[in-house]
């Protein structure tokens, strides 16, 4: 799962109106923004295979730390108390981040082939393997987008040019990115899937960027 992450993240906006469309990319791929830097450590492990399915040529040897479900119930209870501690943030902002951590997990049991960890230790794996389809996928994943988008645009309205700007060039680079890593051709490494991954922090200073362009309606 790629942009149906973000479509929860731009929705949540609506929930939670005080915290940053930043803070909310945060939350929705904290699993994968953890995940690139544990595969730099050596502690988590990614190969290419064009046949893992239709959707990404990436086999998930390894990832118990950013992905397994007990592990992002805990980043997420951790995310919503910092946030809450840091912020005095109401309990519905609290609550929204960390449902938003473990939300990561479920789309991607939805998608992911039984590849998904319960807990770091354990050996059983999950996944209803979603991305065995491209035209599945997409039915799942492209409305999960757009309805996410269009809870944004209703809970927040651009204060300047900037803020219409930022949030559509936004969405046009995750579509880009989207189509290119499911029609293009399969990374050269599992070195270049980290860096790709890494760079995923540039879409959460673009969020924060465009968001302190938009305010919230009331
Ligand atoms: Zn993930």
């Given at each position: 799962m790629f942009i149906g992450h973000f479509g929860l993240a731009f929705g949540a906006r609506k929930a939670a109106?005080?915290?940053?469309l930043g803070t909310l990319f945060i939350a929705c791929q904290f699993a994968d923004l953890l995940w690139p830097t544990l595969l730099l450590l050596g502690i988590e492990r990614v190969e290419i295979d064009p046949a893992a399915s239709k959707m990404t040529?990436?086999?998930?040897?390894?990832?118990p730390y950013s992905h397994s479900l007990l592990m992002l119930c805990l980043w997420g209870a951790a995310c919503g108390g910092i946030y809450a501690a840091l912020r005095r943030a109401p309990l519905t902002a609290a609550v929204t981040l960390a449902l938003l951590v473990v939300s990561h997990w479920v789309l991607d049991f939805i998608t992911?082939?039984?590849?998904?960890?319960?807990?770091?230790?354990?050996?059983t794996r999950v996944g209803?393997?979603?991305?065995?389809?491209i035209p599945a996928t997409l039915a799942v994943e492209v409305p999960i987008f757009a309805v996410g988008l269009a809870l944004y645009l209703r809970a927040t309205r651009a204060r300047r040019a900037a803020g219409t700007i930022g949030v559509w060039s936004l969405v046009a680079f995750l579509l880009l990115i989207y189509a290119a890593s499911t029609?293009?051709?399969?990374?050269?490494s599992a070195r270049a899937v980290l860096w790709s991954a890494q760079a995923m922090w540039l879409l959460v200073a673009w969020a924060y960027w465009l968001d302190r362009n938009r305010t919230a309606h009331d």
């Open positions: 109106p005080a915290v940053s040529p990436l086999d998930f040897v390894s990832y992911h082939r039984p590849d998904l960890p319960l807990t770091p230790t354990g050996s209803l393997g979603l991305w065995n389809s029609f293009g051709p399969p990374p050269p």
